[in-house]
């Protein structure tokens, strides 16, 4: 997942940058993700690893990896921003210790 290997033309990065930045936007991604996701042409490798919080399939898709820890922000919060947090959490789960 080096940066290097971001690839610009992903829609799953074109989405967290935008929901991250824009309110209305982030309701409707908590809301109907699935529709979201078919608004910015997600593919389904994409969609089912956004729905799955698997960061590492998201890394190796090409997102850029300043996102990958802001998507478990989004799904689990950041008011509570620590290595113990949720977020913090579901990161771990996802790079360090991926399931097999």
Request: charged fraction near 25%.
């Amino acid at each position: 997942m080096p940066i290097a290997q971001t690839d610009r033309t992903l829609p799953a990065n074109r989405l967290i940058f935008a929901v991250r930045r824009d309110m209305a936007l982030y309701r409707r991604f908590r809301q109907n993700l699935d529709a979201v996701m078919a608004e910015y042409g997600l593919s389904q490798p994409e969609q089912e690893a956004l729905r799955n919080l698997d960061l590492k399939k998201l890394g190796e898709l090409g997102m850029h990896p300043y996102f990958l820890p802001q998507i478990t922000r989004l799904f689990h919060g950041s008011a509570y921003n620590h290595n113990d947090s949720e977020a913090a959490q579901a990161f771990a789960r996802s790079i360090i210790h991926p399931k097999s």
